[in-house]
């Protein structure tokens, strides 16, 4: 099983951006998706996350401005990105809680550089 995370690049602030984070490999169910980013020189933090049910949650700071989304019949979770500024620059990471039917692991993207600068 592994995430595959892509959209990144460098924009100015006030653009937008769209990752995209797709689960693929041999599972029985995705519950938990959700993005990280992790700052230059921080520690990673939670951005967003969605549930399996439709439950969604944002960090403050990108309450907003930012929106989670997934397509579950595509087993990928999106976060579109809008009003970005200097501060959102990070490295972006995707995490997904997955079954093989009988536990569940966490498992983590690649990481994807977002640069927000003029």
């Known amino acids: 099983v592994q995430l595959q995370a892509s959209g990144g690049g460098s924009v100015q602030p006030g653009g937008s951006l769209r990752l995209s984070c797709e689960a693929s490999g041999n599972f029985f169910a995705v519950d938990v998706m959700d993005w990280y980013c992790q700052p230059p020189g921080k520690q990673r933090e939670l951005v967003a996350a969605?549930?399996?049910?439709?439950?969604?949650m944002y960090a403050d700071s990108v309450k907003g401005r930012f929106t989670i989304s997934r397509d579950n019949a595509k087993n990928t979770v999106y976060l579109q990105m809008n009003s970005l500024e200097p501060e959102d620059t990070a490295v972006y990471f995707c995490?997904?809680?997955?079954?093989?039917?009988?536990?569940?692991?966490?498992?983590w993207g690649q990481g994807t550089l977002v640069t927000v600068s003029s």
């Open positions: 969605t549930h399996s049910s439709g439950a969604i």
């Open positions: 995490n997904a809680d997955w079954s093989d039917g009988v536990r569940w692991s966490p498992i």
